[in-house]
């Protein structure tokens, strides 16, 4: 059990009690303990891939925040919360809608690298606290601007009102949804736009939030996320995704292999490097192996199907990144 379960991360509990529930699963099939983490947080009021890994597989945790996301999120205009999502009081609002024409002129704006400031409600330290503990104590605070990049940016759904002051006369529940753009639908671009829903692949560190507040503005008015769902994360996407239901119900039939993703799964963007079982030995020792030719960079060390090591080749030296504790291909 030293991989991957990717878990369709439902609206409401946040990060850490899906990774309960996975050790809960593990625990009722009768699976022993094992080391359980996440590849990267997902807010409570977002859904979506949550990679949770198993066993060796957490040494891959920090690979995983490091990777590029991919994004689907629903734009309400015309009201700005303090949390720049719904689950914040308003705290701005206008009656400014953008047509379809202006939200294509803009975008272009916001691909590619850009710079943006963090939300006050966020995970991120200031002064040694963390910046959401300190916004709901009423502290007023600076953050600063960092660099991310966003690799696209495409419009996927959009709710057009006729008149001057449209307002979304509806909800639509997506939190369980894949969004898929709507067939056929029409390009007017004389329509004014309550919200719209974007699809954005981006680098780590990018939010979201920040992202949907500044095109608002950039189009003359106020808005904030109504919708968030993860698609992709890294190299794994919705399609291996389960729902907690799911992840109980194969617990209790002793089924958890079927969804368990191999530890290298995680890995798919770096190179396999054969190694003899002596070479094994030695990196397993954190040894370094000296004369093998192997192309400049980070590498995935196997020994036969076992994975041994996450190694960097430098000047003909390999040498230990992260080491794998596996000795049985089952473990894979």
């Not at 953050?143 to 696209?152: F, Q, W």
């Not at 006729?162 to 969004?179: D, F, I, K, V, Y």
């Amino acid at each position: 059990m030293h991989g991957w379960i990717i878990i369709d991360k439902p609206v409401g509990p946040g990060s850490t009690p899906m990774v309960s529930a996975v050790k809960r699963a593990l625990r009722v099939g009768g699976y022993g303990k094992y080391k359980v983490g996440h590849g990267g947080t997902l807010d409570p009021l977002a859904s979506g891939v949550l990679p949770i890994a198993i066993g060796e597989a957490t040494k891959l945790c920090g690979r995983m925040l490091d990777a590029d996301k991919a994004y689907d999120f629903t734009i309400k205009f015309g009201e700005q919360t303090d949390t720049l999502d719904a689950e914040g009081p308003v705290i701005a609002t206008s009656d400014a809608r953008p047509t379809l024409a202006e939200l294509e002129a803009v975008l272009p704006r916001f691909t590619g690298p850009i710079e943006q400031v963090p939300p006050a409600y966020s995970a991120l330290k200031i002064d040694g606290e963390r910046a959401y503990d300190r916004a709901r104590a009423g502290e007023t605070f600076e953050i600063k601007t960092r660099a991310v990049v966003v690799h696209s940016l495409d419009i996927v759904e959009k709710e057009k009102e006729e008149g001057p002051h449209p307002t979304l006369s509806r909800e639509r529940e997506r939190a369980s949804l894949h969004l898929l753009p709507l067939a056929g639908e029409g390009r007017d671009e004389g329509l004014l736009l309550s919200s719209v829903t974007l699809s954005a692949r981006v680098s780590k560190g990018t939010y979201i939030r920040s992202l949907a507040r500044d095109i608002a503005l950039a189009l003359g008015t106020v808005g904030h996320v109504t919708m968030l769902r993860r698609t992709k994360a890294g190299p794994f996407t919705l399609e291996p995704a389960i729902s907690l239901d799911k992840l109980d119900e194969l617990a209790k039939g002793h089924r958890l292999e079927a969804i368990t993703l191999p530890l290298t799964a995680g890995l798919d963007d770096i190179p396999a490097l054969a190694v003899t079982p002596d070479q094994a030995k030695a990196l397993r020792e954190g040894r370094i192996l000296i004369g093998t030719a192997a192309t400049t960079g980070l590498h995935l060390a196997i020994d036969g199907d076992i994975p041994v090591a996450l190694v960097e080749a430098i000047d003909r030296e390999i040498r230990v990144v992260r080491g794998f504790n596996m000795t049985m291909s089952k473990d894979i």
